[in-house]
């Protein structure tokens, strides 16, 4: 997916620890994907307040809906993309030369590093609603210029915990691990809850749980769609209770300061003009064959420099 807000805000992302477990709903706004039948996605991460839960910088939700899905061609740099499904299809090609169908229950991870471009489509079926979550991992600064690789994950581990059914996405719980890569350590799962059940976290990472359907309660706290429930560091076992389905992310602290603006997360402004200007020549980024279309332009840089400017609130 293409963050195609029309004046992306230059997001300074500053990692911020909460010193302990804490219940903090933040709520998400709505975005237009653009095209002639835009589909409407709700942004939770960037918010206002928060920049990151441990590395993951970016959280849409869509769905369900009959909708179709068109991004057209467009760069990423500097991250992971996590897609995940609940219901539908959606075509992902990529300028490795990858052509893979996603569908629910499969991860479909795209690693940027230095570079890559890619298109998502999908068709519109009021059979097969589309639902799912499109994530970012901002990769550390020593791995980010790796080279660009995409991985497709059909198998992924599920735990049985009390009522809970866990598949692991990304990284490890209660001793499942996903075969995807990370680079960070970091947690994404799906939990689908039936009655009661208290995971076993990772008391070192930060932790944020968005619900996907139904009726749940996470640290005591009621889910709501279009919310994220952030909760904190220092929690080794986190209760869950309902009839419904969660994606439940965390990570180490992204201690290191970063940029992001539109599909790229950088770390200065000169990068990110870089980038920019590597997209509107048409090199560096590759080129994503058999999409039925133009490639995304990147919109315009703001009029000043993206400058350091701590958090933004
Ligand atoms: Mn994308």
Redesign the pocket.
Known sequence: ??NLETAPQEIRCAAAAAAGPVVEPLTGHAVALGGPRAMTVTRTLPTRGRRMVGAWCFIDDYGPEAAAMR?PP?P?AGLQ?VTWLLSGEVLHRDSLGSLQEVRPGRLNLMTAGRGIS?S?ESEESAETLLHGVQLWVALPDGDRHVAPHFEHHAGLPVLTEGGAQVTVIMGSLGGATSPARAYTPLLGAEVVISGSAALPVEPGFEHAALLLSGDVEVAGARLERGTLLYLGCGRSDLQVSGQGRFLLLGGEPFEEEIVMWW?FVGRSHDEIAAFRQGWAEGETFGTVRGFDGAPLPAPALPTTRLKPRGRVR
């Open positions: 997916m293409s991004v467009h990423h993309t890619h998502e599909n």
